[in-house]
C-alpha cells in the first residue's frame, strides 16, 4: 500500500471517531460537579465577607478621614471648625457616654456624634476621643456625674475645666421645617474654645432706646455664644462709660435718640479705637437724632428716611419687593476668608449715605463697600404708594451701598472701626410668613447669619471664624399607607421578582444545555 493511501487511512479513522456521539455523563458525576461549583461559590462569597469585614476593622481602627460626596459638606467639619481644632495647643479629652442611646433617642442606627468627634482626633492629635459603651465599667464617672446605664452624654475636659454636651446641646427640631439639626459640630468646637479659650470677646448691646427689644436678638445671640463669645447688655446711664473689656459695642434700630452723656461715652469708646457694630432700620419718621448723628458723624455716614426696593424678581423674596436679595461683596476685610459669593436678604432696609472722598480724607475714614443692592433697585420716600412697582415719586437707586466697613485713623497706633448695615431685622428672629402653613426666621434666609456673624468675626480680629456655616439637617418625612406600601415595594418586592425571574431563566438556558 502506498504512503499516500496510508494517510488516508488514518485521516479516515481519526473523522470516524469524531462521528462517535459521545456518551452523557452519569447524573451522579454532573452532580457532583454541581455540587463543587457551588461550594467554589460560597467559599469565595465567605472570603469576600471576610475581606469586607476586615477592611472595615482597619479602617475603623485607623480612623481614616471619611470621604464626603454631600453638596454641602454635612459629613464634614467646617472650615472653622478645622481651622480652630488645628490650632488647639491644649490636650483636651473626649468621652462619649453610651452612644448607642444617643441613636436609640434620634431613631438612627448612624453612630453621628462618634463619628463627628473622631474627625476632630484625625486633625489634632491633642484631642483624644474615648467612647464609653457600658458605663457600669466606669464608676469614677458614674459617682462624680451622676450618669446612669439609662443617659447618654458627652463629656469634654481641658485640665481643670470641663463641659458637659447633652443630646439636646447636639441636636434639635426646626419645628417650622419639621427638620432634625444636627449641631454636634457647633456644640463641640464651642465647647472646645471654651475650654481652651482664656479670654472670651465680650458683645455689648446698647439699650434703652431701642426698637426692638432683646428677644428680638434671641437666635443671633445664642449664634455668638455658640462660638463662644459673650453676649451682655449696657445700659450706658447705669454704666456711666463702655467697659474695658467690651471688644464690639452693637448697636440696633433706635426708637429716640440716645442722651447726651451716652453720646459722650461712646465718643470717648471711639477716641479709644472701639470696634462697632450698627443694625440699624431707615429713619422712617423722620425723627430728629442729633447725638446719635454725632456718632456717625465720626465716620462721616448716614441713615436715610427713605426705603430701597427691588424691580429684579429674581433678587426679591417670593415677589416681596421690600425683602431685597442683597449682593455681599467676597473681595473685602470681612468676605475674603470665605473664598465664596455671598447673599442677604434685607427687609425694608435703607441707604447708607456716605461723606465725598475729600470729607473722608479730612476725617481720617476709609471705606470698604459690604452689601450692594442690584442694579434695578430703586429707592422710595413717599409711605403713601403701597404698589411694589416703581412709581413716578421713586427715585432709581442702583447699587446702593447697604453695608459699609470704615475704618477711622485716630493716630498712628489706634484705629477705630464701624460696620454698619441699614436694615437691622436680617439679624432678628421675627417670623417671615413664606406661605399660609409655613414661615422662616429672618436671620435664616439666605447668607443672613454669615454676614453678621462674620462681621463680628473680623472686629473682634478671630480671622479663623469667618467662614460660610453649613447647614446640617435631617428631614423627617411622614407618608401616608398607601406611600408606605409603593416604597416597601420598591425596596423589597421588585428586587424579589429579579431574583426569582433570573433564576428561571438560569433554569430553562441549563435544560436547553
Same mark, same amino acid.
Given at each position: ?28 458525576? !454532573?452532580?457532583?460537579?454541581?455540587? !463543587? ?9 465567605? %472570603? ?80 483624644? $476621643? ?22 447618654? *452624654? ?9 463641659? $458637659? ?78 467697659? @474695658?473689656?467690651? #471688644? ?46 454725632? %456718632? ?16 429684579? #424678581?429674581?433678587?426679591?423674596?417670593? &415677589? ?30 435703607? /441707604? ?8 473722608? @480724607?479730612?476725617? &481720617? ?8 443692592? #442690584? ?49 437691622n431685622v436680617f439679624v432678628t428672629n421675627l417670623q417671615i410668613q413664606l406661605n399660609i402653613q409655613a414661615y422662616s426666621y429672618a ?8 454676614? *453678621?456673624?462674620?462681621?463680628? *468675626?473680623?472686629?473682634?480680629? !478671630? ?5 460660610? /456655616? ?16 409603593? $416604597? ?20 430553562? !438556558?441549563?435544560?436547553?444545555?
Amino acid at each position: 500500500m502506498s504512503k499516500e493511501n496510508k494517510k488516508m487511512s488514518k485521516e479516515e479513522k481519526k473523522n470516524s471517531k469524531d462521528l462517535v456521539v459521545k456518551k452523557e455523563k452519569p447524573y451522579k458525576e !454532573r452532580k457532583g460537579k454541581w455540587l !463543587r461549583q457551588t461550594s467554589l461559590t460560597v467559599l469565595l462569597i465567605l %472570603i469576600i465577607i471576610a475581606l469586607c469585614i476586615g477592611i472595615n476593622l482597619f479602617v475603623e481602627e485607623k480612623n481614616f478621614a471619611d470621604i464626603d460626596v454631600t453638596q454641602d459638606k454635612i459629613y464634614s467639619l467646617s472650615d472653622m471648625t478645622k481651622s480652630i481644632v488645628s490650632s488647639v495647643d491644649k490636650d483636651v479629652e473626649i468621652l462619649i457616654i453610651n452612644p448607642d442611646i444617643f441613636n436609640d433617642m434620634l431613631g438612627t442606627n448612624y453612630n453621628g456624634i462618634v463619628d463627628v468627634s473622631r474627625k476632630y482626633n484625625s486633625i489634632n492629635k491633642k484631642i483624644t $476621643i474615648e467612647v464609653i459603651d457600658d458605663i457600669t465599667s466606669r464608676p469614677d464617672i458614674t459617682d462624680e456625674y451622676g450618669i446612669t446605664a439609662d443617659s447618654c *452624654a458627652v463629656i469634654l475636659k481641658c485640665g481643670e475645666n470641663e463641659k $458637659i454636651l447633652s443630646i439636646y446641646d447636639l441636636y434639635t427640631t426646626d419645628y417650622t421645617t419639621g427638620q432634625l439639626k444636627n449641631q454636634s459640630e457647633e456644640a463641640l468646637t464651642n465647647a472646645i474654645i471654651s475650654l481652651t479659650t482664656d479670654e472670651k470677646p465680650v458683645i455689648y448691646n446698647l439699650t434703652g432706646h431701642n426698637k426692638y427689644s432683646s428677644d428680638y436678638l434671641y437666635y443671633f445671640s445664642a449664634d455668638l455664644e455658640e462660638e463662644a463669645y459673650e453676649f451682655e447688655d449696657l445700659d450706658l446711664l447705669t454704666t456711666g462709660e463702655v467697659p @474695658e473689656d467690651c #471688644s464690639v459695642l452693637m448697636i440696633t434700630t433706635l426708637s429716640e435718640d440716645i442722651t447726651v452723656a451716652e453720646r459722650d461715652a461712646i465718643l470717648k469708646y471711639i477716641d479709644k479705637g472701639g470696634k462697632i457694630i450698627l443694625f440699624t432700620d431707615p429713619n422712617t419718621t423722620g425723627k430728629e437724632m442729633p447725638n446719635f448723628q454725632a %456718632i456717625l458723624d465720626e465716620y462721616g455716614v448716614g441713615i436715610s428716611e427713605g426705603v430701597m426696593l427691588e424691580q429684579d #424678581s429674581d433678587k426679591m423674596l417670593y &415677589g416681596t419687593a421690600s425683602a431685597i436679595i442683597v449682593t455681599v461683596s467676597p473681595y473685602t476685610s470681612v468676605t475674603s476668608g470665605t473664598n465664596m459669593n455671598m447673599n442677604a436678604c434685607f427687609m425694608s432696609p435703607g /441707604r447708607i449715605d456716605i461723606a465725598d472722598s475729600e470729607e473722608l @480724607e479730612e476725617l &481720617g475714614v476709609e471705606v470698604e463697600t459690604l452689601a450692594t443692592t #442690584s442694579e434695578n433697585s430703586f429707592y422710595r420716600t413717599n409711605y403713601s404708594i403701597t404698589s411694589g412697582s416703581k412709581t413716578d415719586d421713586d427715585e432709581d437707586a442702583p447699587n446702593e451701598t447697604v453695608g459699609a466697613l470704615l475704618k477711622k485713623k485716630i493716630n498712628d497706633d489706634t484705629t477705630s472701626e464701624l460696620i454698619m448695615y441699614s436694615n437691622n431685622v436680617f439679624v432678628t428672629n421675627l417670623q417671615i410668613q413664606l406661605n399660609i402653613q409655613a414661615y422662616s426666621y429672618a436671620l435664616d434666609f439666605y447668607n443672613n447669619e454669615d454676614l *453678621a456673624m462674620n462681621s463680628i *468675626a473680623y472686629l473682634t480680629a !478671630r480671622d479663623n471664624m469667618i467662614t460660610i /456655616r453649613k447647614d446640617a439637617e435631617i428631614t423627617t418625612y411622614t407618608i401616608t399607607e398607601q406611600q408606605n406600601i409603593i $416604597i416597601l415595594t420598591i425596596i423589597f418586592a421588585i428586587p424579589i421578582m429579579i431574583i426569582i425571574i433570573g433564576i428561571i431563566v438560569w433554569q430553562v !438556558r441549563r435544560r436547553k444545555k
